[in-house]
Structures are given as structure tokens and as C-alpha cells.
């Protein structure tokens, strides 16, 4: 039986990126917020201090500050005459889990996504013909333009800090910025980071090859930096040791470096840590969510109830929470019907190693260092000729160079053994990677729905994820490897590997963390699960927030729009929902 706790006016399931934005504006309308988080407590001191956070076996190797599978997990499968399995390792992809969430040990590439994103099915129709969209695609657009979220991209970026170049202010383009993107209010807050070695031979070969190149926009401040909410960060010390470790430095910016010391001290605020949600405890109605029952470390399950229900919890777990508690009909593939696990989608990469004569220095690096060209993403480019939809940007980063996890060799260098080492000693400092980041376009036959035979440690069934990339994803990104190739040869290097998207999907090596869609957002309840202000169709009370509202994945990281939607969301409850609690779109 669980223990009934005092009422609040808003529970917050996870406290990471999207939790902290919406906690600290949700408290300065003066409601009372309470945020529930299953991992751990941290801040970033102790936790993040220099001395010990570059320990790349504990954190990059064992994954120190990722959801573990022996507590959470969900199965998988590639199709759907498969049986799932429960993934025992997170390879593939590394969810936050703790204070923070993954905002912790992210790298900091904040990109908005194009235009032309937000409407991708209608822009695709009107461009090349509805008949290009192939019947088992199932792309959508979003309800919400670039328009709408483009003053939420700019509150993200200032709380961020985020050092970049602008391509495009108010539609007077910029030498040295992205020339393809949506025009934004004003420039970046923080001018570009140091351009790194490898940034300026990628900028050089580029624009020897007609192209475009710019800064990527990195949420590592490049000066110190004091954000709107008065909160003061570091200099970024380009120590090389971001993607999967927080930054003592508080110069990656992540709800501890940039919210919680102003959050933390309001008293209309709380966080519990170790409390895991189970469910959104719903009325007889089925219609309104009462608050959330969760269970503590110890086991003990707890009612939490609040007038408003946020799910913050990372794509997946706002999924399962959803599947769980009932909200929102299951999606069935076969039929194409229901919506809650619909449009997963992911992201495709590939690389091109490039090994140079010119010293590179990788060590020097930080999360989002890169330079980048957009030539290729979303539609910026034909695609009639090709055939296919989407597209991804092309970038060399300069991240780090960790003696364990981040070094190139030539494909023939040997594997082990003194061949091995005179290898390495050879190529360490000379060699760089040529990075594509693509899009994936949501597929009918990919979802997420409840696992009819594996449970977790309270009984209930695990999230089970149904992916493969598509034909059109290994077209477009065998597309953006060419182009990514022709860069590299450009450098003149020694030697290139050209490293290709294998088929199938597979959840054992390292891809990113940009799981997107099953809570998708739009204007029709019958193909989303929230309307455009990320309200549940179902039940007005609960609000969902993250990737899972992506109706198909760009070309871009996710983290610039998820805090655009978070701030969106949240100024939609301060301004309307608040005023009339209710559905805010009739349908
Ligand atoms: C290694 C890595 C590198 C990345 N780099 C980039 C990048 O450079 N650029 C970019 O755009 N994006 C990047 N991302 C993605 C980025 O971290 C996420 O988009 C962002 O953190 C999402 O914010 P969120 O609030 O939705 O989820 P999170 O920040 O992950 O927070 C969700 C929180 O909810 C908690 N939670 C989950 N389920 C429950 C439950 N049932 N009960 C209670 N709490 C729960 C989790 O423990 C977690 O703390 C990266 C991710 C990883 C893992
Ligand atoms: S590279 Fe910069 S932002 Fe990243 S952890 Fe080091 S100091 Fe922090």
C-alpha cells in the first residue's frame, strides 16, 4: 500500500535538462514544484571536481554516470517477427541517470534545427511531390514552426552560455556562420571557441571545395560567462574530457551550471533523489492524472499527488511511463493506428579517419569543438536526383583525445603488440575524423511499445524497442559519407578509413544518445500524443517534454530544440494553461 504524501501543485518526473527549465519557470509563477529523479544526487562539487573526474575507465569506459541496466533496461529487437531481448549493456546509446540527467555528461553541440524541419512532410510533398515519400515512411509535421520556437532557441542558448558564430541574424546573412540557417533574433552570447588544429585543416579543404564552413555552436563557454538567471561560469580550459563526464570547470553548461544554484535555494522548490515513478496515477475518469506513484531506494512506494503531471524523463521513460499508465492509445504497426511508441526514430552516423603528416594535438579539445558544414542537411540541397529524404551536417570535432577511448589507427596498423604501440606513437598525433550526423525518417516498423515477457524488478514489463535504419537512412547516409570522404581527401592525408553505417542497427557500439519520438507532438490526436504545446490529447493535466516529441529526427543533436520545446511548454502553462486548466488546443 502506498504512503499518501502532501500535494504540490507540479510534479516533475527526472530532474535533468528538461526538469530544471521548467522547474525554474513554473516556480517563479509561484506554484509549488517538486521534482522526483530515480538516480542519484550531484553537483558539481564534489562530484565533477578536476581531481578526479578524468578517470576515462570508470566514467567513459564503465559509464559512471549513465542509467545502469542492472537497475533499468529495456529490450530489443530489429523487426518485428524478432523476439526482443533485454539489452544487459548500453552500448548504442547512454541515458543520464542522477541530478542533472544526461545535461551532466553531454558534450554541449547546440544546434537549432532548420525550417524547413518542422514541416518536413509538407515541405517534402510540395517540393518533390507527395509520391516521394515512400508509404511505410511516416513523417509528420511538427504543429509548431521554427517561427514559433525561435525566441525559446534564444533563452536556451543565453542560459547555456553557447559560443558561436551566427549565420543569420534577422535575415542578414554572416561571413564565417552557417548561411542555411533560420534567422535568429541576435548573435550567439559568447563568440567562438579557439579553433583547433584539425578545425582549421577541415575549414581550409572545405572551402577549397566550394562549401560553407562555420564554428559549431558548443555550449563550452568560450569567456567567462554570466547567463541571464545571474549564475557565473567558467572558461572553458578545453581539457578534453566532456562527452561522459561533467565539467568541474562549470564551463559546459548543464542544469548545475546554469539553473540549480538559483533554483536550489527557492522555497517553492523541491527534489527527492532515488525516487523512481512507476506510474501517472490517474482518476476514474481515465481524463485527469491525480499525481505519480514512485517507489525509494529502499523499495517503499509513495502516492505523490499534484494538480500537474510533467514528464521529464528522457524519451524512453516518458514512453514507458505513458505505456504504463495508460495514457494515450498503444501504436499498433500492423494497423497503423493508436500513437503512444509511434515515430521512434534515431540518428545515422558515419565517419572518415583521416591520418595527416601536420601535428593535430587531439588532447586539447573540448565536447563541441568542431567545425561543421550544413551543405548537406535537411533540404538544403536537391534531393530529387538522389532519391531520398533528409540529411545531416559534416563536421571534424576536435573532443579530446583519451589515451583509452579516442584514438585513430590505419586499417592495416596491427592489433596489438610492439606493431601496435609504434603505431599508435605514429598516428596519435596526426590523424582526425570527418564526422557525418544524420537524419532518420520515422518508419512505420519502428517503435516502442511494452514487452509481453520481460519484467523488471517490481513486475512491470520492460520498454521494448523495435528499430532498424531504412533503406532511405543508408542511402542518405551513404550520400553524406561521399561528400564527408571528399573533405577528408581534400586535407591530402597519408591515409583515410572510411567508416560506413553497417547493416542492421545495432545496439553494441557507441552512436549518440539522440533517441527520438513515441510521444510525438502535432496537431492531430489521431497520429501525435501531445498537441503542439506538448499537452497529452488524453489527459490535459499531464504534460510530456524531451526527444520523444520529435515526429522524426533531423540532421542536428537534439538538446537546442528539447530546451527550446521545455521553455515553450513551460511559458504555454505560465500564460494559458494556468489561467484555464484544461485542454488547450479543442479538438
Ligand atoms: C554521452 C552523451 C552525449 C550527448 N551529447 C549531446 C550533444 O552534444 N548535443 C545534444 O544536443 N545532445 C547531446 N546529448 C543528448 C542530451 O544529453 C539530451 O538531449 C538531454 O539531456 C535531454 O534532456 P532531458 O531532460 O529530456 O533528459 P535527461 O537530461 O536525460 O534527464 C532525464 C532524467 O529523468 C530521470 N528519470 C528517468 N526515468 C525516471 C523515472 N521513472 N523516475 C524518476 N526519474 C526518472 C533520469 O534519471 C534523468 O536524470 C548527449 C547525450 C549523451 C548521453
Ligand atoms: S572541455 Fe571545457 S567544457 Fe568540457 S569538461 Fe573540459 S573545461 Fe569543461
Not at 509481453?452 to 542511402?475: E, I, M, Q, V
Request: charged share 20%; hydrophobic share 35%; net charge neutral.
Amino acid at each position: 500500500m502506498a504512503t499518501r504524501l502532501n500535494p504540490v501543485d507540479v510534479v516533475l518526473v527526472g530532474f535533468g535538462w528538461t526538469a530544471s527549465i521548467i522547474a525554474q519557470e513554473l516556480t517563479d509563477e509561484g506554484l509549488q514544484v517538486l521534482a522526483l529523479e530515480r538516480g542519484v544526487d550531484r553537483a558539481t562539487v564534489p562530484d565533477f571536481s578536476t581531481t578526479h573526474i578524468q578517470d576515462e575507465l570508470r566514467y567513459a569506459v564503465r559509464g559512471g554516470l549513465f542509467q545502469a541496466p542492472v537497475r533499468e533496461t529495456l529490450s530489443f529487437r530489429n523487426t518485428r517477427d524478432q523476439t526482443a531481448l533485454p539489452m544487459r549493456h548500453l552500448g548504442s546509446f547512454r541515458p543520464g541517470a542522477g541530478v542533472g540527467g544526461a545535461g551532466v555528461h553531454w558534450n554541449g553541440q547546440t544546434w537549432r534545427f532548420l525550417p524547413d524541419d518542422f514541416v518536413l512532410r509538407s515541405h517534402t510533398e510540395e517540393r518533390y511531390g507527395a509520391d516521394f515519400i515512400a508509404p511505410d515512411i511516416t513523417i509528420q509535421d511538427w504543429g509548431v514552426s521554427y517561427d514559433d520556437l525561435e525566441p525559446y532557441y534564444d533563452r536556451f542558448e543565453y542560459l547555456c552560455g553557447v559560443s558561436g558564430t551566427a549565420g543569420n541574424v534577422g535575415g542578414s546573412l554572416r561571413q564565417e556562420g552557417n548561411p542555411f540557417e533560420g534567422a535568429r533574433r541576435r548573435d550567439y552570447p559568447l563568440p567562438p571557441l579557439e579553433r583547433s588544429a584539425g578545425s582549421l585543416m577541415f575549414d581550409k579543404a572545405a572551402r577549397e571545395l566550394g562549401y560553407h564552413p562555420f564554428p559549431a555552436p558548443a555550449a563550452n563557454t568560450s569567456r567567462p560567462y554570466k547567463n541571464p538567471l545571474g549564475v557565473q561560469m567558467g572558461q572553458c580550459t578545453y581539457c578534453g574530457f566532456c562527452e561522459w563526464f561533467g565539467c568541474g570547470n562549470n564551463s559546459k553548461a548543464s542544469p548545475q551550471s546554469t539553473i540549480l544554484p538559483v533554483l536550489l535555494k527557492k522555497d517553492n522548490f523541491s527534489y527527492r533523489s532515488g525516487c523512481d515513478v512507476m506510474r501517472v496515477k490517474l482518476d476514474n475518469t481515465g481524463k485527469k492524472a491525480k499525481g505519480v506513484l514512485y517507489r525509494d531506494l529502499e523499495g517503499r512506494e509513495y502516492e505523490q499527488p499534484a494538480q500537474l503531471v510533467i514528464l521529464c524523463a528522457f524519451a524512453h521513460h516518458n514512453v514507458h511511463l505513458l505505456l504504463l499508465s495508460g495514457i494515450g492509445r498503444p501504436y499498433d504497426p500492423v494497423s497503423g493506428t493508436g500513437v503512444t511508441g509511434r515515430n521512434y526514430a534515431y540518428q545515422i552516423t558515419s565517419s572518415v579517419e583521416a591520418f595527416v603528416d601536420e601535428l593535430i594535438n587531439p588532447y586539447m579539445g573540448a565536447g563541441a569543438l568542431g567545425q561543421a558544414i550544413d551543405e548537406f542537411n535537411t533540404d538544403n540541397f536537391d534531393h530529387g536526383p538522389e532519391g531520398f529524404i533528409g540529411g545531416g551536417y559534416i563536421a571534424l570535432w576536435t573532443t579530446g583525445g583519451r589515451p583509452i577511448t579516442q584514438h585513430h589507427l590505419p586499417k592495416d596498423a596491427p592489433k596489438w603488440g610492439a606493431g601496435w604501440k609504434k603505431a599508435m606513437s605514429e598516428n596519435y598525433l596526426k590523424s582526425v575524423s570527418v564526422a557525418t550526423h544524420g537524419s532518420v525518417v520515422s518508419h512505420r516498423g519502428a517503435y516502442l511499445d511494452l514487452d509481453p515477457s520481460y519484467k523488471d524488478a517490481y513486475g512491470n514489463p520492460l520498454l521494448r524497442l523495435t528499430f532498424d535504419f531504412h533503406d532511405n537512412d543508408y542511402r542518405m547516409s551513404e550520400f553524406l559519407t561521399g561528400k564527408a570522404e571528399g573533405i577528408a581527401k581534400a586535407m591530402k592525408p597519408r591515409s583515410i578509413n572510411v567508416n560506413k553505417r553497417k547493416k542492421p542497427y545495432s545496439i553494441v557500439p557507441y552512436q549518440t544518445t539522440h533517441n527520438t519520438g513515441g510521444a510525438i507532438m502535432g496537431d492531430d490526436p489521431r497520429t501525435s500524443v501531445v498537441n503542439r504545446y506538448l499537452q497529452s490529447w488524453d489527459v490535459p493535466n499531464v504534460f510530456v517534454v524531451g526527444a520523444c516529441n520529435f515526429p522524426q529526427n533531423a540532421g542536428y543533436n537534439p538538446t537546442g530544440t528539447v530546451g527550446a520545446l521545455a521553455f515553450w511548454a513551460a511559458d504555454a502553462i505560465r500564460k494559458m494553461y494556468l489561467k484555464n486548466p484544461g485542454p488547450l488546443i479543442q479538438t
